[in-house]
């Protein structure tokens, strides 16, 4: 206690440090958090104002890079790995186990086809996994041989308390004490990388770089041309970004500092009064995709300069303890993002990619729409839109009642997806089951408002306008 009675800094922190230290977390990850708990003390929102950052303008193309860089992309092939972020359970779908073990295509999981991608490749395959995903996704890599060799093919992220938003005091749940416990967000990725010795052993046999994105997201592939531009103008970190449209208004944006550093702002670091901007698409033109190239060396010897903490921004997520019980005490969880690292790297650079590059599944809508003829797995084990449709991917918005969980999708789909080749939207509103062989085309709505499931009989032929 201070003189006066107030709690001092090391008291407030004491009892996190020693929870920490129970649960055998590295020592540079309880510094780590000790950082963030100070900012949340001291009242620190995390938030960037837009009058202290700029537009970034232009970027450089990646479909317009000159063509030797595939040469030196292919050249460096052998310096690096691939990093795949594999902790999400799919908890928004219903899912218990890794968002990564869905079937996705031609009765391949999301895993199965990054697994082939890095062996056509002839990289490594790194995942970063999380204490829920680790079993089950080490168990499918089982079936590559190929992957197996002197680097392993995981390591953990961290986990860290969540903080009580009334006395800023840890979280305590003794019905389920894993409740106590959040994931710090995938900017853990390069303490992981360092306090699990990967980084290290990486250096050692002689690994410069690594494409790092989303289990998730099949469209973020190893490009030489890419990774040839990378290396040639020796960044230490690049980011790749995609065009901003109005469906991507409350994602994060790229943009500058006064003094012309890269940074990366997210919604939650966005003050109230700035949303107009920050939702502009015009003004900020560029969103994170979330696939990033790091040159490994560089990661070392920003990570040594910082004591180990690479301090990026804070993100003060409020939840409630018990995410499915919303009368369960609210909680703050630091996090921060990975692509925020940006900000970190001296020199560091942005690109700008196809939105081919950025096709995640975060729902039914877009595993419905990925799983159909709409899309097609090449012979490079890419996922990518059917040549025919120069419109782009279909939109899907089913009923969030009937098809948001995967048992309740996969129910109500027992033949596999529609065609949605010749699709542009297609909408379902109440309860309906599919037989084989539906046909989607053009802009069909379905509506059931009675209580009854209706079935979609084999064969029919849906055509709206």
């Known amino acids: 206690m201070g003189s006066n009675g107030v709690k001092s800094f090391r008291d407030r922190f004491a009892p996190f440090a020693e929870k920490m230290k129970r649960e055998g977390l590295p020592e540079i990850v309880v510094r780590t958090f000790e950082y963030y708990y100070h900012q949340l003390l001291e009242g620190h929102t995390g938030y960037i104002a837009e009058a202290d950052i700029e537009p970034v303008e232009t970027l450089p193309d990646a479909e317009r890079l000159p063509e030797h860089l595939e ?3 292919e050249n460096n092939l052998e310096y690096t790995v691939l990093i795949k972020l594999n902790g ?28 082939r991608q890095a062996v056509q490749a002839g990289v490594p395959l790194i995942l970063m996994n999380s204490f829920n995903t680790r079993r089950d996704s080490l168990q499918v890599l089982e079936k590559y041989p190929e992957l197996q060799g002197e680097i392993p093919l995981d390591f953990l992220q961290h986990k860290v308390p969540k903080v009580r938003k009334d006395d800023l005091a840890p979280a305590e749940w003794p019905a389920n004490p894993a409740l106590e416990w959040c994931p710090p967000g995938h900017g853990d990725l390069y303490t992981a990388l360092y306090t699990s010795g990967r980084l290290d052993l990486l250096l050692e046999r002689g690994y410069r770089y690594a494409f790092v994105s989303n289990a998730d997201n099949l469209g973020a592939v190893l490009d030489r041309r890419i990774l040839g531009y990378f290396v040639e103008n020796r960044l230490p970190f690049m980011m790749e970004a ?21 940074i990366l702002r997210e919604s939650a670091q966005c003050p109230p009064e700035d949303e107009p901007h920050f939702q502009n698409v015009r003004r900020h033109r560029y969103f994170n995709t979330n696939n990033l190239w790091l040159d490994l060396a560089a990661l070392k010897k ?92 279909p939109i899907i918005e089913l009923d969030a009642r009937y098809y948001k969980l995967i048992d309740h999708f996969e129910d109500r789909f027992p033949y596999g997806p529609p065609s949605l080749i010749a699709c542009q939207k297609f909408t379902v509103k109440g309860d309906f089951k599919f037989g084989r062989g539906i046909v989607v085309k053009g802009k069909v709505e379905l509506v059931n408002r009675e ?9 029919t032929v849906l055509e709206g306008e």
Not at 451 to 459: K, L, S
């Open 302 to 393: 920003v990570l040594e300069e910082r004591d180990f903490i690479l301090g990026l921004p804070m993100i003060r997520n409020r939840k409630t303890l018990d995410p499915r019980d919303p009368t369960s005490p609210p909680v703050y969880q630091l996090e921060t993002a990975m692509g925020s690292a940006i900000a970190v790297f001296p020199g560091s650079g942005a690109i700008r990619v196809p939105r081919s590059r950025f096709a995640p599944v975060k729902n039914t809508n877009d595993l419905l729409a990925v799983r159909s003829d709409a899309y097609r797995l090449t012979e490079d084990y890419r996922i990518v839109l059917d040549p025919s449709r120069s419109s782009g991917p």
């Open 71 to 73: 040469a030196v992309g």
């Open 242 to 262: 995609a065009d901003r449209t109005e469906a991507d208004r409350k994602g994060g944006h790229l943009a500058r500092r006064k003094d012309g550093q890269l």
């Open 451 to 459: 209580t009854r499931q209706v079935f979609v009989e084999n064969g």
């Open 88 to 115: 999400g359970l799919g908890t928004s779908m219903g899912l218990e186990k890794a968002k990564s073990l869905l079937k996705v295509k031609d009765d391949l999981t999301f895993l199965d086809i990054i697994a």
